[in-house]
């Protein structure tokens, strides 16, 4: 349906397209995805004519469109813009029936035809109910949703999107995305999309290219785009890469921009966890540069996974079991030369109180988050095992998150103290 031979472009001097080489084919639902200035527009400009390309061919159902006139491109190839304004007071219905301006001439009175495809293009974007109304007093989402309508009207080959829901809300950018999905499967529309939001494109779209300072980094299906390299190069920032439980397609969860402020010197830091409440501050931890391993977790925690993602040593279980004495062997050995040994947020109960067995005879010091005690389903041998370990070495009880970075601070700093 479409394909691009060594296709480059720019403005004056600046090349923002170079080399670009791809094709669509018929049915797909590809999304264009990039950072801004990347490019991602400028190939939409020069598919739909409204620019050319400084060197490249662009073919068109099997035609050079540098050949096509532009009612001929028009007859093949619809434009869905960010937004569109309009300075009269047109109907709906209007608006809709600009879409069959490539099929008319001069003086000719609207065809049946013409008709025919207004009426069934409103009827497929849900807009037929409010015909008559202006256009200028519809809602967002109402006024894309026409904006869609007009493009179908143009029956084309190819339907091009220019960001479609970049300015709507969360329920709006749902229903046009489901829309243009439903007439991609049911009309078998080829649609090519330029979105901004990588988790909505990988949702919707079944190939997604990514364009990296004017040229293709990667084309492919949303699981072999949406890597953690290709996402952290994109955005240069950290985040962390997971498959979607419900859609089951990847997504991604921004972490941060800007570093944490390092540690004066790199401590080594055993955290023993399990359950989600480690998360942030494990993140938090690694990204100061502190030397980290994680004790016992289960498969499909939350402190599981961002063990795996940032590739801290630690000891796994399988889901709901309890603690074994070999696994907390293993978590003894990799907190033997820990100079902070932190007991986290989490919850304890009869399958992960051996955490606690051997904690008085590493050379670590102790650190407990007060929140554990909320969450003790021991019955009182919590509590009784924090005592005993008490007496034979000092335990630092902490309250929340910066009060432990903050004695952390004092252990990590140039001239390393002794926390309180």
């Given at each position: 349906m479409l394909s691009l031979e060594d296709v480059s472009a720019g403005y004056g001097e600046k090349d923002v397209l170079s080399g670009i080489r791809a094709s669509v084919r018929r049915g797909e639902f590809a999304a264009l995805i990039g950072s801004n200035g990347a490019g991602k527009s400028t190939l939409l400009k020069c598919i739909s004519g409204l620019m050319q390309p400084r060197s490249g061919k662009i073919i068109i159902c099997g035609r050079d469109n540098a050949a096509l006139k532009p009612k001929e491109r028009a007859r093949l190839?619809?434009?869905?813009?960010?937004?569109?304004?309009?300075?009269?007071?047109?109907?709906?219905?209007?608006?809709?029936?600009?879409?069959?301006?490539?099929?008319?001439?001069?003086?000719?009175?609207?065809?049946?035809?013409?008709?025919?495809?207004?009426?069934?293009?409103?009827?497929?974007?849900?807009?037929?109910?409010?015909?008559?109304?202006?256009?200028?007093?519809?809602?967002?989402?109402?006024?894309?949703?026409?904006?869609?309508?007009?493009?179908?009207?143009?029956?084309?080959?190819?339907?091009?999107?220019?960001?479609?829901?970049?300015?709507?809300?969360?329920?709006?950018?749902?229903?046009?995305?489901?829309?243009?999905?439903?007439?991609?499967?049911?009309?078998?529309?080829?649609?090519?999309?330029?979105?901004?939001?990588?988790?909505?494109?990988?949702?919707?779209?079944?190939?997604?290219?990514?364009?990296?300072?004017?040229?293709?980094?990667?084309?492919?299906?949303?699981?072999?785009?949406?890597?953690?390299?290709?996402?952290?190069?994109?955005?240069?920032?950290?985040?962390?890469?997971?498959?979607?439980?419900?859609?089951?397609?990847?997504?991604?969860?921004?972490?941060?921009?800007?570093?944490?402020?390092?540690?004066?010197?790199?401590?080594?830091?055993?955290?023993?966890?399990?359950?989600?409440?480690?998360?942030?501050?494990?993140?938090?931890?690694?990204?100061?540069?502190?030397?980290?391993?994680?004790?016992?977790?289960?498969?499909?925690?939350?402190?599981?996974?961002?063990?795996r993602y940032l590739q801290i040593p630690h000891v796994e279980i399988p889901p709901f079991t309890p603690v074994t004495a070999e696994a907390q062997a293993k978590n003894l050995e990799m907190m033997r030369d820990a100079e902070v040994i932190l007991i986290s947020d989490m919850p304890f109960g009869e399958n992960n109180l051996m955490n606690l067995d051997g904690l008085e005879k590493m050379k670590g010091k102790i650190f407990f988050h007060k929140n554990a005690l909320s969450g003790d389903y021991t019955g009182g041998r919590l509590i009784e095992r924090l005592q005993k370990l008490g007496e034979k070495k000092k335990v630092v009880y902490f309250g929340d998150h910066d009060e432990f970075l903050r004695r952390l601070r004092e252990l990590s700093g140039p001239e390393r103290g002794e926390a309180e």
């Open positions: 190839v619809a434009v869905v813009p960010q937004s569109y304004s309009v300075e009269y007071d047109f109907t709906v219905e209007d608006v809709v029936a600009m879409g069959r301006y490539p099929y008319q001439s001069f003086g000719k009175r609207e065809s049946q035809e013409d008709a025919d495809a207004v009426r069934n293009a409103m009827e497929a974007t849900n807009t037929l109910a409010f015909r008559k109304r202006l256009y200028n007093e519809l809602s967002g989402g109402e006024k894309q949703r026409v904006i869609l309508a007009r493009a179908l009207a143009q029956q084309p080959e190819i339907l091009l999107l220019d960001e479609p829901t970049s300015a709507l809300d969360i329920h709006h950018q749902t229903e046009v995305m489901e829309l243009i999905t439903e007439l991609n499967r049911r009309e078998g529309l080829t649609v090519l999309a330029v979105l901004h939001d990588v988790n909505m494109a990988s949702r919707y779209c079944c190939r997604m290219i990514l364009l990296r300072d004017g040229k293709i980094a990667a084309d492919g299906e949303p699981s072999a785009v949406i890597t953690k390299k290709n996402m952290e190069a994109l955005y240069r920032m950290k985040l962390l890469i997971r498959e979607n439980p419900l859609f089951h397609k990847p997504e991604i969860v921004p972490i941060r921009v800007l570093r944490e402020e390092p540690a004066g010197r790199p401590v080594r830091i055993h955290v023993i966890c399990g359950s989600d409440g480690a998360v942030k501050l494990i993140e938090e931890l690694e990204d100061r540069g502190f030397e980290l391993t994680a004790g016992v977790v289960n498969v499909g925690s939350g402190d599981c996974e961002i063990c």
